[in-house]
């Protein structure tokens, strides 16, 4: 398991911008449960590797 001092939090503008989408999409995301999150205070912070995981995942094919 990762040592909680390695891990490294973005913020949810950090996420978006990463993933290139709107920060109401990673609050949906956040909220539905398919991103993890962290709660500090009213905001939220994202763990780096769960982003790089989400990016990771094959998209829905909607055709």
Not at 4 to 12: C, D, H, P, Q, S
Not at 45 to 56: F, Y
């Amino acid at each position: 398991m990762t040592e909680l001092a390695e891990v490294r939090f973005l913020t949810v503008a950090e996420v978006a911008e990463l993933m290139r989408v709107s920060k109401m999409t990673v609050y949906r995301l956040v909220h539905s449960g398919e991103l993890p999150a962290v709660r500090f205070g009213r905001s939220y912070r994202v763990p780096e590797a769960a982003v790089s995981e989400a990016l990771q995942r094959p998209i829905a094919d909607v055709g």
